[in-house]
């Protein structure tokens, strides 16, 4: 139906172009012509917009969640499509990859404005369209283009400030970051509602661009837990294969128990049990971007992304003596078990705004795990110094910390810090994303 439609809707575009065309050249015979061709174009475009609009009884049961880039790497955004349909909404999910860099980026905007317009006219007509933002440009302006001409609602998802990521590469006082900001201020207006990650970016929005918006805070869905000790087991069994830091060092001749750096299986019941000897398991998640110093940690341990080869280069050059590095890349599905079995989690990444939250340390929590987190602006939001982590700002406090935290490992473990951050977590609990969800986004979708 919806491809249908779409073939319509370009015929009916092509008569208005032929109209106008048309019009343009009869308009120079005499005033007759002028006013049958802006009749006919009046007509055609009258009928444009009604195929456009025309609306069903499964209208209001559709929305179309868009992310201009790469899908996997916005959980939020799936999260949004989940809870959707749980509600029993039919989700289109609209996700584009990142395009050639020898491709100009006027020459990408533009052919990206004439997909991602194609492909909206294609679907059916939706009750709204949520939007993440960045990156926005083009397609806060196609999306609200599509929604003015289809009767859909319009949400945008406030995940950061693109201008701001950009900066990151370019510099703030660039040509092109001046642009963006601009184009984000001038026309994040458009939308019917905004959502945003933190309370700091609700009233920067506000104050800054009269934006008025709800906050959504990341919350971890169910699947982030504790790992049972038998799970961690498992997994570290997986893990050992391939990554040499996992497995156990000093086979015994005739010992046929289970053993990873970790854990052990007793072979006589079968039970998984922590080795009394075993390092702590530290891990950061990382994207290996400009965002994220993983000097700070290196430094700090000594006394896929655009920087991943440089930090390999760098851990190569370095002799610790009590500490081993790996850089695996996991199974989604292994990836909160792995949280969930860690000891103690570490965040590098800086928000290019000072206003968005980083939804690893989300994730950390819900596995109950401890954090020790760089500083900026509104990171108190989530980290709450000295009662679920620790809040640094350079290398030396965070190796200070790391000493305090770990000092008596595996005694610390439920002792200490360490043990009470993690008591902590596990009595605050704390909102999932479901109920997070329904509580501020169901009654956007719902409202009259």
């Not at 994730?363 to 809040?391: Q, R, S, T, W």
Request: include cysteine; glycine fraction near 6%; charge should be neutral.
């Amino acid at each position: 139906m919806a491809d249908a439609g779409a073939s319509m809707t370009l015929a009916t575009i092509s008569l208005i172009g032929f109209a106008l065309l048309a019009g343009f050249y009869l308009t120079t015979l005499n005033a007759l012509w002028t006013l049958i061709s802006v009749t006919v174009t009046a007509v055609l475009v009258s009928q444009l917009l009604q195929k456009l609009r025309r609306r069903d009884a499964l209208t209001e049961r559709r929305v179309c969640v868009l992310v201009l880039g790469d899908i996997g790497r916005s959980p939020r955004m799936q999260y949004h499509a989940l809870s959707l349909s749980k509600h029993g909404y039919s989700v289109t999910f609209v996700g584009f990859p990142v395009g050639p860099r020898v491709v100009s980026y006027v020459t990408k905007v533009i052919l990206q404005s004439l997909q991602l317009l194609l492909v909206l006219l294609k679907t059916d007509v939706q009750s709204h369209i949520l939007m993440q933002n960045p990156p926005g440009l083009p397609s806060i302006v196609v999306t609200w283009l599509v929604c003015g001409l289809r009767g859909s609602r319009f949400i945008i998802d406030w995940h950061n400030y693109g201008y701001t990521i950009m900066a990151l590469s370019h510099g703030p006082d660039h040509p092109i970051v001046r642009l963006a900001q601009w184009y984000e201020q001038l026309f994040g207006r458009l939308s019917s509602h905004n959502l945003c990650v933190t309370n700091a970016m609700k009233e920067d929005l506000q104050n800054n661009w009269n934006i008025r918006a709800t906050t959504l805070y990341d919350k971890p869905p169910a699947i982030f837990k504790e790992t049972s000790v038998d799970l961690k087991h498992q997994l570290f069994m997986r893990l050992a294969k391939t990554i040499p830091q996992f497995r156990f060092c000093g086979e015994r001749p005739g010992d046929e128990t289970e053993r990873t750096a970790f854990s052990c299986r007793d072979p006589s019941d079968f039970s998984v049990t922590l080795t009394s000897g075993r390092p702590a398991l530290l891990i950061s998640s990382t994207s290996w971007t400009e965002d994220e110093d993983f000097s700070i940690l290196l430094k700090a341990l000594e006394g896929k992304g655009p920087q991943k080869d440089h930090y390999r280069k760098l851990i190569d050059t370095l002799r610790f003596e009590h500490v081993k590095i790996c850089t695996p890349w996991l199974e989604a599905e292994d990836y909160p078990v792995l949280l969930g079995s860690a000891d103690l989690g570490v965040c590098l990444h800086k928000s290019s705004s000072g206003l968005d939250l980083p939804m690893k340390v989300v994730d950390m929590f819900g596995c109950c795990l401890p954090v020790c987190a760089i500083h900026f602006y509104c990171l108190h939001e989530l980290v709450k110094h000295e009662e679920n982590g620790l809040i640094f700002k350079d290398s030396e406090e965070l190796s200070g910390q790391l000493k305090s935290l770990l000092w008596d490992f595996p005694d610390c473990e439920d002792e200490g810090k360490l043990g009470q951050f993690r008591r902590n977590l596990r009595a605050s609990g704390g909102q999932r994303w479901d109920q997070n969800w329904d509580q501020n986004v169901l009654p956007l979708l719902t409202a009259p």
